[in-house]
Nanobody, 121 residues
Framework: QVQLEESGGGLVQPGGSLRLSCVTS????????LGWYRQAPGKQRELVAG???????IYATSVNDRFTISRDNAKSTVYLQMNNLTPEATAIYYC???????????????WGQGTQVTVSS
């Protein structure tokens, strides 16, 4: 089955930066679209950014000026670079996979366990 492993979260000051990583298998990386999602306390899970197999990108409008999604094909890894972080970015960040480029959380087929991002002074 598909396995996804997130890393890179932590506690950062407002204005700081983090780069999250989602590592999967070569087989999964070649067959699935991958997206970053986040779920803050008391809120629904939401899309942050996604990338399909051809490299097309999608961003939530609230983050696309400061967050960047990218991939390393050789490492079967998708990254989320987050700059100038604010407290509203505090959430558990998940990597989600699906064959189709359908980006709503309900359309994802597989999830990683998540990595906590906390932005606080």
């Amino acid at each position: 089955q598909v396995q996804l492993e997130e890393s890179g979260g932590g506690l950062v000051q407002p204005g700081g930066s983090l780069r999250l990583s989602c590592v999967t298998s070569t087989s999964t990386f070649s067959r699935y679209t991958l997206g970053w999602y986040r779920q803050a306390p008391g809120k629904q899970r939401e899309l942050v950014a996604g990338i399909n197999r051809s490299g097309s990108l999608i961003y939530a409008t609230s983050v696309n000026d400061r967050f960047t999604i990218s991939r390393d094909n050789a490492k079967s890894t998708v990254y989320l670079q987050m700059n100038n972080l604010t407290p509203e970015a505090t959430a558990i960040y998940y990597c989600g996979a699906a064959v189709r480029a359908a980006w709503a959380p309900k359309d994802r087929e597989y999830w990683g366990q998540g990595t906590q991002v906390t932005v606080s002074s």
